[in-house]
């Protein structure tokens, strides 16, 4: 069952998919149709899932429940990912590869591979001061709190 993402509540469990490029208005706006359908018919063991979604920067894709309705369960989070690497498929982009780093390079976002960032660490093209994006946020609450941070902040603080 779709709600409101304002709604839910801070302990809900959210995970985040960074795209490797922008996508589109009209993009977004297929993938925004597509989650409301997905969110609606997500169940648990045949229980409905009270979650939402988050739109970011044309670049994310922040799914959430609410873990006091129900918790998702191994084949809950199997659709999602399933769901997931369907839009992947639809949209020619990578979703999944946790092996990359977004980070805010002024008013732009950038994307680039671990190697890259690291080597970009090294030659000060990037600093501890960066925001970046940290994606390995569980609930909502971290989320608010530390999903854009300075990296010396973040897991990202190993670099410098």
């Keep these: 069952m779709y709600i409101p993402f304002e709604n839910l509540p801070e302990e809900s469990r959210i995970w985040i998919y960074q795209s490797n490029r922008k996508f589109s208005d009209d993009e977004m706006a297929e993938i925004e149709g597509a989650l409301q359908t997905f969110l609606e018919n997500w ?16 670049r994310f894709i922040i799914l959430a429940i ?3 309705v129900m918790q998702a369960t191994g084949c809950s989070i199997d659709a999602s990912v399933a ?33 890259d960032f690291k080597r970009m660490a090294k030659e000060k093209a990037v600093t ?17 709190e ?10 990202h603080s190993r670099f410098f």
Excluded: C, R
């Design 83 to 115: 769901f997931i690497q369907s839009l992947e498929q639809k949209y020619q982009v990578d979703l999944l590869d946790k092996m990359n780093v977004t980070f805010k390079n002024g008013e732009h976002i950038a994307h680039k591979s671990l190697i």
């Design 128 to 144: 501890a001061q960066t925001i970046v994006f940290n994606n390995l946020v569980n609930t909502l609450e971290e989320f608010n």
């Design 146 to 155: 530390n999903w854009e941070v300075p990296a010396g902040e973040s897991w």
């Design 43 to 58: 169940a648990a063991h045949g229980t409905s899932l009270e979650a939402s979604f988050l739109l970011k920067y044309n």
């Design 66 to 68: 609410n873990q006091e």
